[in-house]
Every structure is written in structure tokens, then in C-alpha cells.
């Protein structure tokens, strides 16, 4: 249990990716610039630091992604720029040398992921709980904030935890993420602690999230995953002003599950589609199987099936271009039996195949919520937010990072490099504070 009479110089309220790294190089930079180390006391709700870490990339912690500095922004759309001081201190290819120091090599795979070479979330967690102990930081797990308040005659933040022992600090960093994977203890409190003290808050939304879809016959594909699959929005009526942006095709692998679909291609565009449906009861998902050839294209190889293959059977001439269990599935779906051959296609199966393929129309009605999504968009109004130090513009001594903020990337390391580089600028400007205010 922690002494509620001593003052810390910083409390962080979270320690997950950006928490964890900003007591570190708070720490870190204290002793570069030869200081005394600060008094860090870092809180965590759960039993253990690092637990939604620990989750990520199925248990194997997808930690960054290979792109460059630009490549990486443009992944956070309208308001990746923010990012920009943030990457520039601490960008991918730092954040894996601070691993590699630390004995955690990493190393690249399918579409620019960065996994640690032991392919074991447990060791990026590891890592930082053993340096966060060299410093020292004070780690005091199962340990929920329930209220956060500002006293401006003492210059001193007062955290009073569900316990009811109460912590004093000079500085405060709020990284208590935001409102997904609700089991993991994220359940939206870094917006009441800004909010109390003084914040705007950008409605949270699920992302990331799979989505509920009507058509019965996905459940029979549940468990199968396609690749390279375009998947287009299609709104029912004139598309509205979105904070999300206007909605762009995704590019990706998609998966069938028993309530309706997942996969990147589909949890890339869920952000936008969670938007929607708070305008529309439902959005229609135009899904390409066979992207790389066209319609043209697809229908000269029917024809050909029809005269130089006709006694192959439809289904495995298919099965040929999208994996079985779909093939068989689209086959049903426009009234081809199993026995059938290419000869005895008719022009209106070619058709409906054709549709298949090219452009299956899925009627989503929601998302899974927040309790599957894996980051939430919204958050703390980014303009209220010094990009440079991620220091708070209505409180000098508040800092925040990581999912709290009105910042969300798609699925593949984005957003657990977001909170990284988050919170080690914030570390690293609290640092900076404490001095010139010693």
C-alpha cells in the first residue's frame, strides 16, 4: 500500500504502453541531464502492469509497424500531423533499438509488422516493469483512480483511488487508455478525469471492432479467412459530414465469423461504419473476393469454363479463385448445384457469380462494442493539446497520451507506436518541467 502523506513529483494514472514509457523516460532523461531521479508513482487498476499489452497481436505483441515517419501519420488520417513531434522523438526504428537494449530483438513480417523475436507479448511488458524498477518507479497495481482534482493555491494534483487513499503530485500524466477491451479495465475513466479537470471530450466510438451483419448464411462460414479482399461503404442515403473522413475502400484479409465478419480489411473501416450506423440503422459493405481481375476480365473466363472446361465441375474451377468453403457457399447462392459442370453454366448464373465475386452486398446493423473493439476512436480534443511536449493547454502541470486522445490508426502496430511515442515525449517534457521548475 502506498504512504498517502508523500508527495510524488509525477503520478501517471495508467500502465499500459504510453504510461510505462513515460515513467521510463521521465526517468531516463532525469538521469541524462544528471538530475535526481523524480518521484514517479505510476497507478494501475489491474493486478499487473502492461495486461491490454499483453493481449495484443494474439498474445505475440504486434509493438510497431516498418513504415517511415510519413507513412506512419498518414495511417491516423485527419489528424495524424499531431503525431508528428511525438514520432520524430521516438519513431519505429527507436522504439525497436530500445527493445533490442533491453534484450527484446524484434523482428519484421506480412504487411510491415514488428513482432518481438521471442514472439511473446510477455517480454516487451517484462522489459519495461525491469526498467521501470531500476529507476525506481513506484508501481502500485490494483490501485483505481476514482477521482482526479487540481488545487491551483498549492500547485498539487490529489488522486483519490476506489481504496480511498489519496496521492498528491506536482505533475500528472493521464494514459489510462480509452474505452475498448472494457474487460482489460479500460472503461472510458481518462474522460472523466479530463473532463474534472477542465477537458472537451470527442465522443467515443468503438474501432477496430468486428461488425454484425444480417445475412444468415455467414455463420455457416464462420472460422474462414480470405485474402486480399476490397471492401467498399455504402451508406443508404447522402453520406453526412463524418469525424471519421470520407469513407475510402479497405484493402485487407477478411474473416467470416458466426455473428458476421472481422478481419483487417473489415476492423480497418469499422470506425467509419460505427459512425454511420449512429445516423443510419444500417450500413451495406460491398465486398471484392477477386480484386485483381475484373469484370471483363471475369467474364471472358466464364466463357472459357463454358467451352474449353465444360465438363469441369463449377465449384472447382471456383475454388480456383476464392478458397472452398466460399466457392461452395456462391455456387448455392445462385442456384448451382454441387454436380454441376462449366458447360451447363447459363448466362444468368454467370451473372450472379459474377456479383458474388465482385461485389457481395453484407447489411451491417452494428458493431461488436466496445467490449471487442481493440482502441477507441474520440477522445481528449486534440487542440487542446501541445503537440510538442503532449502537455495539457488548460493545465501546464496535466500531460496526456495514448488512446485517451482523439487519435486512432488501423489494426498492424499503429496505435501501440501512438501510445509508445506518446508517452515517451510526455516523459521526457515532464522531465523537462520538474527541472525548470525545481
Not at 41 to 52: D, F, V, Y
Not at 298 to 320: D, M, P, Y
Not at 366 to 382: I, N, P, S, W, Y
Amino acid at each position: 500500500m502506498a504512504d498517502t502523506t508523500i508527495t510524488h513529483d509525477v503520478i501517471i494514472l495508467g500502465a499500459g504502453a504510453a504510461g510505462m514509457m513515460a515513467a521510463i523516460s521521465c526517468g531516463e532523461e532525469a538521469l541524462a541531464r544528471g538530475q535526481a531521479i523524480p518521484r514517479i508513482a505510476i497507478l494501475e487498476k489491474n493486478p499487473q502492469p502492461g495486461i491490454k499489452v499483453l493481449v495484443c497481436g494474439g498474445g505475440r505483441c504486434n509493438l510497431t509497424n516498418a513504415g517511415d515517419i510519413d507513412f506512419l501519420i498518414a495511417q491516423f488520417g485527419r489528424n495524424g500531423r499531431f503525431l508528428t513531434p511525438a514520432l520524430r522523438t521516438l519513431d519505429n526504428t527507436g522504439l525497436r533499438n530500445w527493445f533490442a537494449q533491453r534484450g527484446v530483438p524484434t523482428h519484421e513480417e506480412h504487411d510491415g509488422k514488428i513482432y518481438p523475436d521471442s514472439n511473446k507479448a510477455s517480454s516487451v511488458v517484462n522489459a519495461m516493469v525491469q526498467r521501470m524498477r531500476e529507476l525506481p518507479v513506484h508501481i502500485s497495481a490494483q490501485c483505481a483512480a476514482q477521482s482526479v482534482t487540481w488545487n491551483p493555491s498549492t500547485n498539487m494534483f490529489h488522486v483519490t483511488t476506489a481504496t480511498g487513499q489519496i496521492f498528491h503530485s506536482r505533475f500528472l500524466l493521464i494514459a489510462v487508455g480509452g474505452q475498448s477491451y472494457t474487460r482489460m479495465g479500460t472503461t472510458g475513466d481518462g474522460y472523466t478525469f479530463a473532463q474534472a479537470l477542465g477537458h472537451a471530450i470527442i465522443t467515443p466510438r468503438p474501432a477496430i471492432v468486428p461488425l454484425l451483419c444480417k445475412q444468415a448464411w455467414i455463420s455457416e462460414l464462420k472460422g474462414l479467412a480470405v485474402e486480399d479482399v476490397t471492401i467498399r461503404i455504402e451508406a443508404p442515403g447522402p453520406l453526412p459530414r463524418l469525424a471519421t473522413g470520407k469513407p475510402q475502400p479497405s484493402t485487407n484479409d477478411m474473416m467470416f465469423t458466426h455473428f458476421g465478419l472481422s478481419g483487417p480489411a473489415v476492423l480497418n473501416i469499422s470506425e467509419i461504419v460505427a459512425e454511420l450506423l449512429e445516423k443510419f440503422p444500417e450500413i451495406t459493405l460491398r465486398a471484392d473476393f477477386v480484386r485483381r481481375i475484373n469484370h471483363e476480365e471475369l467474364g471472358r473466363l466464364f466463357r472459357q469454363w463454358h467451352t474449353a472446361e465444360g465438363r469441369k465441375l463449377v465449384r472447382s474451377k471456383l475454388a480456383e479463385l476464392i478458397p472452398h468453403r466460399l466457392a461452395d457457399m456462391f455456387c448455392r447462392l445462385s442456384d448451382i448445384d454441387s454436380q454441376q459442370v462449366c458447360a451447363n453454366l447459363t448466362g444468368r448464373q454467370m451473372q450472379e457469380l459474377a456479383e458474388h465475386l465482385k461485389a457481395t452486398a453484407f447489411t451491417i446493423y452494428a458493431t461488436r462494442g466496445f467490449k471487442e473493439a481493440m482502441v477507441t476512436a474520440g477522445g481528449v480534443r486534440l487542440d487542446e493539446i501541445n503537440p510538442n511536449t503532449m502537455q495539457s493547454r488548460i493545465n501546464p502541470r496535466l500531460f496526456l497520451a495514448g488512446e485517451v486522445l482523439d487519435l486512432t490508426g488501423p489494426s498492424g502496430g499503429y496505435n501501440l507506436q501512438l501510445a509508445f511515442s506518446t508517452g515517451y515525449l510526455a516523459g521526457v517534457s515532464i522531465a523537462h518541467q520538474l527541472h525548470e521548475n525545481a
